[in-house]
């Protein structure tokens, strides 16, 4: 993928997500091969690239991609997962017996 917005990390997760995927085994391998979308005209990703709609492939993980950091954004501002969040790291340290970072 290359830029169009100017906003390089969003570009490098992205090509990193791509990269990902194409070459792990397993579930991935299903996903680029067996699993068909509806944003893709009913083709697999692989379908899809081969046939020259990169961009489409692209947009499908770019949607992954804005929706993961819309939620994860979300779960910031929310003070009961960040307490959540502290609480397992203190619970964490304790049983390490590490000191702890609170």
Known sequence: MT???GDES???ALNVLL???AH???KETEW???QTFDELGGRTPTQ?????DEKAVEQLVRGWYLETKRNLDAMR???RVMQMIRDKIAALDAKSGLPSAS
Request: proline share 9%; no cysteine; glycine share 8%.
């Open 48 to 52: 899809a690239w081969l046939a020259g």
């Open 10 to 12: 969003e570009h490098r």
């Open 32 to 34: 680029w091969n067996f």
């Open 77 to 79: 501002r929310d003070p």
């Open 3 to 5: 830029p169009d917005n």
């Open 19 to 21: 990269d990902q995927i």
């Open 24 to 26: 792990s085994e397993g």
